[in-house]
């Protein structure tokens, strides 16, 4: 019975990993804090989050900003 609960332990392990490894972003671009446009979805690059492609620049008055959410 132990061997069996390894094995399924085991197999939720490497199922977890896995899945975790395969997460994409989605970003959307806002002009004053009107949605402008929606980009594809697209895998991060390995050791970064998707918080890590957030930007904001303002200049002139006018405020663009990227925010990025995780998508499964």
């Known amino acids: 019975m132990k061997k069996v609960l390894c094995i399924v ?14 997460k994409q972003c989605q970003c959307k671009t806002y002009v004053n804090g009107a949605l402008s446009s929606t980009g594809e979805a697209f895998e991060v690059e390995s050791g970064k989050k998707c918080s890590d492609y957030n930007s904001t ?10 925010k990025c959410k995780t998508t499964f």
Not at 57 to 65: C, D, M, P
């Open 9 to 22: 332990a085991a197999g939720l392990l490497l199922g977890f990993f896995t899945t975790s490894c395969n």
């Open 57 to 66: 620049v303002s200049l002139l008055g006018i405020t663009t900003e990227v």
